[in-house]
């Protein structure tokens, strides 16, 4: 279990894109603690979200660390040009890497934070044999390719078993968990062993996402928002 104080990281996908500027500041100016670009490419996922242009003008105005999630096929072509765009952490999709080692040594040897995302159907146990090289695993609870979606219960298991699997080798492992979060979960995430709560729709379809961002900060392992 984390000792360290949860991070919360909006993730961008549901900002207002003809705000994109204002949503940026309104992230800047919170508790949030990194930005999540999720990056789309029509093939890995059944959905285009956005590109390097994008990734450009969010990394031009964004005070805080940028984690950068690829759902696209062959992420190792496209892994400098993330960094040069802004890019602090990558996190790649098991699912999508025949050569998960490799890419994650070019991670690190770019300087920045190295992810591993599992999908739902995808078991904790395969990464058995990397699990030492890792920085962070993205455990999605939800397909990936879309905001909005239900949470999947089975994360809650997920998490614990990923934990028991880096204890004693990776205790610094950090568990970001990607999907349908919010405070109506977030303490029990934490609980089962999270250290990162990503939201999208519910900080930005907030009526007051500043304030939707500070409840999950101030969540607390097992409880509810007090
Ligand atoms: C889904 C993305 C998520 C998504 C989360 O493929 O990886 O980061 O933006 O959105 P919510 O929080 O709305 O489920
Ligand atoms: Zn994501």
């Known amino acids: 279990m984390s000792i360290n104080p949860h991070l919360i990281a909006p993730s961008v ?6 705000r994109l500027y204002d949503e940026i500041q309104m992230v800047n100016n919170s508790d949030a603690d990194w930005f999540h670009i999720d990056i789309m490419d029509g093939v890995f996922v059944p959905n285009i979200s956005f590109g390097f242009p994008v990734l450009h003008a969010i990394a031009k105005y964004a005070k805080k660390p940028l984690d950068v999630h690829l759902m696209i096929v ?3 072509r496209y892994l400098g040009l993330f960094k040069s765009s802004g890019a602090d952490g990558i996190t790649v999709h ?7 080692h490799r890419t994650l040594a070019a991670i690190k040897e770019l300087g920045c934070r190295a992810g591993v995302a599992l999908n739902p159907h995808t078991p904790v146990s395969l990464l058995k044999d990397v699990i030492r090289d890792i920085d962070l695993v993205c455990i999605m609870s939800v397909n990936p390719g879309f905001g909005g979606q239900k949470f999947i219960e089975q994360t809650y298991t997920k998490i614990k078993e990923l934990r028991n699997l ?6 610094g492992l950090l568990i970001e968990i990607d999907g349908g979060v919010g ?3 977030g303490g029990l995430l934490l609980e089962a062993g999270a250290d990162v709560l990503v939201a999208g729709s519910n900080v930005f379809a907030a009526s007051d996402p500043t304030d939707a961002i500070l409840q999950l900060k101030k969540l607390r392992k097992g409880l509810q928002n007090v």
């Open 74 to 76: 062959d992420p190792d």
């Open 166 to 171: 880096a204890a004693g080798v990776n205790d």
């Open 13 to 18: 996908l549901a900002a207002d894109f003809a």
């Open 94 to 100: 098991y699912e999508a890497c025949t050569h998960l």
């Open 183 to 185: 405070v109506h979960n």
